[in-house]
């Protein structure tokens, strides 16, 4: 999953080379170490030689060789290496050390160095070279061989490559942490897009600004807004059809309404004819109901943000709302009441807020049994900046799988009433309209229904607003 995101892949792209970079100097480091203390152990090794050559002397006419202290107390180190040591004259006269340390195959008066093996398979680094000495006219070859265990060199490479080591790892950790939070940092504008995309409302097709985005993802978003301005003109297109078809079938079903209800006026015998005529005025009603119902989720859908910005006495709104519909919730025999906080005024459209009350207050006189109750409330959050509009009924309710589905357009939870499935779409595309939000939740101990709207306060929009300069 980290390679599948951009910022995984970024950071691996980047690391790859640096990684790189630190092993190929970590082995220069490694080499350079092992250079370092392979000089110094082998200065070592010739000084001891040396030492031990300058002490070889004749005595009565032989040869004879001390080694001195000195000659060994240059190898003393922690890890305590084993120092080995020969002295051999011509015709392979052992003179001091042991036949143990291997001479090299050539030997000469410069020092030759060389690595060898020991009978107990331990591999020692060795310096020999040859001297000679003159008495009386005689000469004599010595060779001097001195070999040292590899334990205190091996501890000198780690010592001088312990700090490069560290300082490479360090480098590459502090790079990983800086180029990520760097990544995180640079690719904020694209979360920031991301989210924008997505946290938009299906129908919500303004543009998508482009002034703090990177340079290279300029020409992708411009192609999206290109995009989403075809796509908002054919919205537009499909929406002014709605609006235009809906007005025109208004005058023709009007006529026909007042037809049909001439006609049943009409004395007539005819009991198949009066049935027909009462199935086609309730046809009538039906498509004149519904043919208001797409107009008006027409002019929801289509309305402007500053039309939405104005101040509106939500109080005022509900009482003209129930007032037009008590004379429905009597003939229903619904008691139809309202509970409300004094001074609310709510930020909106006057017209679509009154709208989206009657949309509510329709929907739950039409949905609930004679007798019942409906009782619509509005009144201020905890925060003090959203207005809560509450529907309360004490009907059937609607079922958890349906509530899902209610704002689908054309959608009934039940078929038993007359209506045409455009209510609560209505509701819910002016909420949006207006920055709100509606939920649905059972009623007290699980009877009926209550639809509850949020909407922004006047004093908390007007506020917000007067800080930020807006109005």
Not at 10 to 28: E, K, Q, R
């Amino acid at each position: 999953m980290f390679l599948g995101s951009l910022r995984g892949r970024l950071l691996w792209w980047l690391l790859l080379p640096l990684a790189a970079f630190v092993s190929v100097s970590g082995w220069m480091s490694l080499r350079s170490a092992q250079a370092t203390a392979d000089l110094m152990q082998d200065n070592a090794l010739v000084s001891s030689m040396r030492i031990i050559g300058e002490d070889i002397d004749w005595d009565n006419g032989s040869v004879v060789v001390q080694i001195p202290p000195a000659a060994l107390e240059l190898f003393e180190s922690p890890e305590q290496d084993s120092v080995f040591y020969r002295v051999e004259a011509s015709g392979h006269r052992l003179l001091a050390g042991s036949t143990e340390l291997p001479l090299p195959p050539r030997t000469g008066y410069d020092p030759t160095f060389f690595s060898t093996r020991l009978d107990d398979g331990r591999t020692v680094r060795a310096v020999a070279y040859v001297r000679q000495l003159y008495d009386s006219g005689r000469r004599e070859e010595v060779t001097v061989v001195v070999a040292k265990t590899p334990g205190s060199r091996d501890a000198m490479v780690w010592q001088l490559l312990r700090p490069q080591l560290l300082g490479e790892v360090l480098t590459l950790v502090l790079a990983m942490v800086f180029v990520y939070l760097g990544l995180t940092f640079e690719l904020r504008p694209l979360m920031k897009l991301k989210d924008d995309v997505a946290d938009r409302n299906p129908s919500q097709l303004e543009p998508i600004r482009v002034a703090r985005l990177h340079f290279e993802l300029r020409p992708i978003v411009d192609a999206i807004n290109r995009c989403i301005a075809r796509m908002s003109e054919q919205t537009a297109t499909q929406r002014q059809f709605i609006s235009d078809a809906a007005h025109q079938l208004r005058t023709p079903l009007t006529l026909l309404d007042a037809q049909i209800q001439f006609a049943r006026q009409r004395e007539n015998s005819d009991a198949p004819l009066a049935d027909a005529l009462l199935g086609m005025h309730k046809s009538s009603h039906r498509m004149t109901r519904l043919t208001n119902k797409l107009l008006l989720l027409a002019q929801a859908e289509s309305a402007q943000p500053s039309r939405v910005r104005e101040r509106v006495d939500l109080n005022a709104v509900i009482a003209g709302v129930l007032e037009g519909l008590i004379a429905f919730a009597q003939t229903r025999q619904i008691d139809l009441g309202a509970e409300l906080e004094d001074d609310l005024f709510v930020m909106g459209d006057e017209a679509l807020t009154a709208a989206l009350v009657t949309n509510l207050v329709d929907n739950a006189l039409r949905y609930t049994q004679a007798g019942g109750r409906v009782t619509v409330e509005a009144h201020c959050n905890e925060d003090h900046d959203r207005a809560l509009i509450r529907v309360v009924d004490d009907g059937p309710g609607i079922t958890a799988e349906a509530r899902a589905r209610v704002f689908e357009r054309f959608y009934r939870a039940s078929s038993g009433t007359d209506g045409t499935g455009l209510g609560l779409p209505i509701v819910r595309e002016i909420a949006h309209r207006h920055g709100g939000t509606v939920t649905l939740e059972p009623g007290e101990g699980g009877i009926g229904l209550v639809v509850t709207v949020e909407m922004r306060l006047w004093e908390a929009v007007a506020s917000t607003a007067g800080t930020r300069g807006d109005i």
